[in-house]
């Protein structure tokens, strides 16, 4: 019996297929079987697997093309693994990502979803930068009211809860499949982030958010209302509230500017939230939960220019967060060190932090 079920689903893979394939093939844990779900592809992707004489792959191949959701239901349905690791055809897992992720879920069997940092590439392979994604249980849970807290090539799960809980994708999800999922399972299981990245993730306009981000917006929007409501009992968010904490502090300053948010009073409705959510904690284990929350305010409304009615906000995330500067100090240091890395050029300015 494989310990770990490695779960990619294919439809037209490309040029990167080979390059994902040959990353799990040469993961330093071998106890795996990796179960990859052609969705009827008309290129060269499954020639492509078939040249892979590995007998822990496992082709399995849909007629027609069923969609990303269905496809991954495929794989779960033949999945043996006691952990269920996913990855994209596009992406590469670095080569102690299953090793990394199956001993922290040894280690922690109160975790049922782990998912880690990424380093983003771009469609050549370079460098981009990196992300930083809640590792706690608690910002875990924070971070799924208003987005989605994982990336999905980078989750590991253990197979019992999907299989205890009856959970699998919605097929009739075009986009965010991931994030409804992730948010059934949080109703049966803690989930964490390895700090350090697993993954290098690709970004180009062929992916799914650059294709479909107007459908992926009203997902993710309705997702929100659906997670509050199971976290809180009742919708303490109105829904022109969630459109405005999404535009204003997640999708960016364009969005927020075109559909006429006021980013201010967004942000302070975000924080209303999030006094709500930590008043259900008494023991204060938020701290990861105010630095996140702070900074993320600090990055998308404060920074660069103190708009209208920024100084009583920027004085509302102090006592929420008095560590908020030393934050944005090391936030802007590791922005620049991302930017070297990657070989951009380097912006001397607090815009480092919210770029």
Request: with cysteine; charged share 25%; hydrophobic share 40%.
């Amino acid at each position: 019996m494989p310990r770990i079920s490695i779960l990619m689903a294919v439809y037209n893979g490309g040029g990167y297929l080979g390059s994902a394939i040959d990353s799990i093939l040469r993961q330093s844990e071998e106890r795996f079987e990796f179960l990859i779900v052609d969705d009827g592809s008309t290129d060269d992707s499954v020639a492509t697997v078939e040249r892979f004489k590995d007998s822990r792959i496992r082709l399995i191949r849909h007629d027609t093309n069923q969609g990303l959701a269905a496809s991954l239901n495929t794989g779960l349905a033949e999945a043996r693994g006691e952990y269920i690791a996913r990855l994209d055809a596009d992406d590469i897992a670095l080569p102690d990502r299953l090793a990394k992720q199956a001993d922290y879920l040894d280690r922690h069997p109160e975790i049922g979803l782990l998912g880690s940092n990424v380093i983003s590439i771009d469609a050549e392979g370079c460098r981009v930068d990196q992300s930083d994604y809640p590792r706690s249980p608690l910002a875990v849970r924070w971070t799924s009211l208003l987005q989605n807290p994982f990336i999905h090539s980078t989750v590991m799960i253990r197979r019992r809860i999907l299989e205890k809980n009856a959970l699998r994708y919605d097929p009739r999800l075009m986009t965010t499949q991931d994030y409804d999922l992730w948010l059934r399972c949080l109703g049966h299981a803690d989930a964490a982030n390895l700090a350090e990245p697993t993954v290098l993730f690709r970004v180009h306009g062929a992916s799914i958010s650059g294709r479909r981000s107007d459908i992926q917006r009203r997902n993710t929007i309705a997702l929100i209302g659906t997670a509050i409501e199971q976290r809180f009992g009742a919708e303490i968010v109105s829904g022109a509230d969630r459109c405005a904490i999404f535009d204003a502090i997640f999708a960016g300053r364009r969005e927020a500017k075109a559909s006429g948010v006021d980013r201010v009073v967004a942000a302070h409705r975000y924080y209303d939230l999030l006094d709500a959510f930590l008043a259900q904690e008494p023991d204060g284990y938020g701290s990861e939960c105010r630095r996140r929350a702070c900074t993320r305010v600090a990055q998308m409304v404060l920074f660069p220019a103190m708009p209208k009615g920024g100084l009583g906000l920027w004085r509302r995330s102090l006592r929420i967060d008095p560590a908020l500067p030393l934050h944005l100090i090391r936030l802007a240091a590791f922005r620049i060190a991302q930017r070297m890395k990657a070989g951009q050029p380097v912006e001397l300015s607090m815009a480092s932090v919210g770029s």
